[in-house]
């Protein structure tokens, strides 16, 4: 293949000829990162052979760089070559080449063959606006390989299952909803205290709302020991009522777990 040939492909991939595509691949073995010519020969497929079109998709992006270029190349429509005016060639009677300045097809590849996929130049101002227009937008182009390949086939892409909350989140809800559960302390209306045994009584529930207000208080700023001590000591003081502070306690328990 001349260095001409070479050009002209590199320019439209649909000037690709049936009978050049073993030359095409031959090229492609002796240089598997040449990404310009390699997606050319896709986009040949994609028009006149969709199932070796599908077979060579991955091969061709696992040799590209940049997969979001490469999309753009196969959503790209290109002018039918039959339809171009191509400028008669001049006799290579009439251009002497100097001496060192002949190229072959391998000297083209070393010079076109890079990491990115160059640019083809814009056949005008029509076509660059055809080309904005067609571009996706920037979050498509981040989509994962398999995505975006069952994208092209016509595949449903999946969203990726949700994140799960936050542990800080779910902790505080359980403190929220464990301070939900105790009974609200409400002002002790005036009483006229008969006996010294009622009075008594009253000193001691006093102190219970005390000690249980400043264990409830001790949960909500996340001081789980003291609170646990502090209902410890209601179960001492308290005997009757240790089931009420056993579950409190537990409840606790599973703060400190999580």
């Given at each position: 293949?001349t260095?001409?040939?070479?050009?002209?492909?590199?320019?439209?991939?649909?000037?690709?000829?049936?009978?050049?595509?073993?030359?095409?691949?031959?090229?492609?073995?002796?240089?598997?990162?040449?990404?310009?010519?390699?997606?050319?020969?896709?986009?040949?497929?994609?028009?006149?052979?969709?199932?070796?079109?599908?077979?060579?998709?991955?091969?061709?992006?696992?040799?590209?760089?940049?997969?979001?270029?490469?999309?753009?190349?196969?959503?790209?429509?290109?002018?039918?070559?039959?339809?171009?005016?191509?400028?008669?060639?001049?006799?290579?009677?009439?251009?002497?080449?100097?001496?060192?300045?002949?190229?072959?097809?391998?000297?083209?590849?070393?010079?076109?063959?890079?990491p990115?996929?160059?640019?083809?130049?814009?056949?005008?101002?029509?076509?660059?606006?055809?080309?904005?227009?067609?571009?996706?937008?920037?979050?498509?182009?981040?989509?994962?390989?398999?995505?975006?390949?069952?994208?092209?086939?016509?595949?449903?892409?999946?969203?990726?299952?949700?994140?799960?909350?936050?542990?800080?989140?779910?902790?505080?809800?359980?403190?929220?909803?464990?301070?939900?559960?105790?009974?609200?302390?409400?002002?002790?209306?005036?009483?006229?205290?008969?006996?010294?045994?009622?009075?008594?009584?009253s000193?001691?529930?006093?102190?219970?709302?005390?000690?249980?207000?400043?264990?409830?208080?001790?949960?909500?700023?996340?001081?789980?020991?003291?609170?646990?001590?502090?209902?410890?000591?209601?179960?001492?003081?308290?005997?009757?009522?240790?089931?009420?502070?056993?579950?409190?306690?537990?409840?606790?328990?599973?703060?400190?777990?999580?």
């Open positions: 293949m260095k001409e040939r070479l050009i002209q492909i590199l320019e439209n991939p649909l000037r690709i000829k049936a009978g050049e595509e073993r030359e095409i691949l031959r090229i492609l073995d002796e240089y598997p990162y040449f990404q310009s010519l390699r997606t050319h020969l896709l986009i040949y497929y994609k028009h006149h052979d969709p199932v070796r079109y599908q077979n060579e998709l991955s091969i061709t992006a696992a040799h590209t760089a940049d997969r979001g270029h490469l999309r753009q190349y196969l959503e790209r429509e290109w002018p039918d070559p039959e339809a171009e005016i191509l400028l008669p060639q001049e006799p290579e009677t009439e251009a002497k080449a100097e001496p060192g300045t002949e190229q072959t097809a391998e000297q083209v590849i070393e010079k076109t063959a890079s990115h996929i160059s640019t083809p130049p814009a056949a005008g101002k029509d076509e660059k606006t055809e080309s904005a227009a067609a571009s996706p937008p920037e979050a498509s182009a981040k989509l994962s390989y398999i995505e975006w390949v069952k994208r092209l086939s016509g595949q449903s892409v999946t969203p990726p299952p949700a994140a799960p909350d936050d542990p800080k989140q779910r902790k505080r809800q359980l403190i929220d909803r464990f301070l939900s559960r105790q009974p609200k302390i409400r002002p002790r209306k005036d009483a006229v205290v008969s006996t010294p045994a009622e009075a008594l009584e000193v001691r529930e006093d102190q219970w709302l005390m000690t249980e207000t400043l264990a409830q208080l001790y949960v909500k700023q996340k001081k789980y020991d003291k609170a646990l001590k502090a209902y410890e000591i209601l179960m001492l003081k308290y005997p009757k009522k240790n089931r009420y502070f056993a579950a409190r306690m537990a409840e606790i328990k599973n703060l400190l777990n999580e």
